[in-house]
Structures are given as C-alpha cells and as structure tokens.
C-alpha cells in the first residue's frame, strides 16, 4: 500500500506565505519532523514483535513509509521558514541522540494487545496534535500539511485499533490492565524522545542536552495549542482503545480535568 498522497505531487509549496508564519511554531514543527522520519525504528521493532504475524508487518511497514513521509513535508516546510535548516544533519543529530531497542522479540507493554493499545495512545496524540496546529496557523501552507498528517493518524488509529480487537480475543487483558498500559504511554510523552527532538531540531552544535530544560521549552509551545474540541476528541479516542464508553460520564469528568490541567500547566509555562 503505497502513502495517501505525495510530498511532490500534492502538496501545493506554491501557497507558503512566510508573513502569516507563527514564530513559535517554527520549533515544534522542527522537533515534529525528526519524530516523524524515526518510523522505521518502530516498525523494525513492531515486525520483531508480530514475528509470526505477516498481515500486520505489512502494515507497520506501510504505516512507517507514511510516517517518514510526514518528516519530509514537515521539514521541507520549515526549510522554506528558515533556510539554514537542515533537515537530513538534524535528523542525524536525532539519531546519534536518541534510539530505540529496535532488536526487542518481545512486546515492552507484556503484550501484544498493549503494545497496540500503546500504538492507538501515540496516534491519539499525534492526531490531536496536527489538528490542533492546522487550527492555530494561518499559513495556508502548514495547515494543509498537518490537516493531511492529522487525517493520515485518524486512519492509523484505526488500524492498530482493529488489530488490537483481535488480539484482545486471544489475550483478554481486563480493562483496568488497558487503562493502567494507555496512561503509562501517554506518561511517556515527556520523555527523552520529544524533548530530545526538539534539542536536536533547534539547539546550536555546541549546546549541552538538558532534558528538563528541552521539555520545558517544547510543551511552553506545544500546550497551549491545545483546546477544548481536540481533548474531547481525543479522550473519547482513547476511552474507546481502553475498552470504556467514549461519551459516558467518566469520560465526560475525566476530559474536563484534562483541560483544565492544560490549561493550568500552559498558563504555568508561559509564566
């Protein structure tokens, strides 16, 4: 299965429109870039885990040749913002800083149904995020790419969701087990790997890493893009992989709480 659409054939370079640039975007979409293009890590990693499974190898394949697609629009846009940078070094960069166990036989959640679980937490999030982005920016450019990222992680969401339902039959984890898998995954999202992206995206070749000091300047960013709409959306989501009702009342409390928590911690980081 070949991508959705093309860097070159579909995306229309001709519309940028540096004056509606938003300044601090230009960093995160850097950081997003690098994340992107580190896909085949993970679908080297997920074809060792479903060794015996080659419907869904293909399709961790196909996914990753998508993701690194996305790495590509993303950093050829920031180039146009700022020409200095340079995708493939900083992607290097990346890679020298920041690797997974690629060689892992086994799942890193105690099974396959986590690891997919896991896989629909990181979609839910990265799906939220371009949403939220495409809404923020007023350059037509960006938006169109993060609409066309965004709407590529929705439809990843629901391939590693039906293949998680099939694993589910077989491995039968309780829905307190998928809960505790889904929010230790989005615990990880202030570990070493968007923090260490965006120090490798923006930092100058000298700078030390400091990983609290990385994160701090990534989510400072990155939070406050978040509204209402794109919680509520994305709780749901992930209600829905965990096993719980989407729209019912814990999820209903629960998404009140996460908003007000961003909320508390942008106001937090802006100050």
Known sequence: MSPQWSVDR?????RFERD??????????????????????????????????PHFQKLARDWAEEEVQHGV??????????????????????REGYRIQV??????????????IARCMVEVGTSSYYTAIADATE??????????????????????????KTYLEIERPSKLRRLVIAGGRAAESEDDELAYAYFAAN?????????????RQYFARAMPLYKPR?????????????????????????????????GWRSRRMAA
């Open 139 to 164: 350059e037509p450019l960006l938006r169109e790419i993060c609409r066309r990222i965004a709407t590529d992680e929705w439809r990843h969401y629901a391939m590693f969701y039906k293949a998680m």
């Open 230 to 262: 794109h919680v509520e959306r994305a709780m749901a989501m992930i209600f829905k992989a965990v096993g719980f009702e989407p729209h019912g009342r814990v999820s209903r409390t629960m998404t009140r709480g996460v908003v007000s928590f961003i």
């Open 203 to 215: 930092a100058p070749e000298d700078a030390a890493y400091e990983r609290k000091l990385a994160s």
């Open 73 to 94: 629009a993303l950093g050829r846009w920031a180039k146009l913002v700022d020409p200095e940078f340079d995708y493939d070094e900083r992607f290097r960069r990346f």
């Open 10 to 14: 579909d995306i229309p370079w001709e």
């Open 103 to 116: 060689e892992s036989q086994e799942s890193v959640r105690g099974s396959r149904t986590g690891e997919l």
């Open 20 to 53: 509606k640039v938003t300044p601090d975007l230009v960093p995160i979409v850097k950081a997003a870039a690098l994340v992107e293009s580190n896909a085949a890590d993970y679908a080297a990693y997920l074809c060792n885990v479903f060794a015996d499974d």
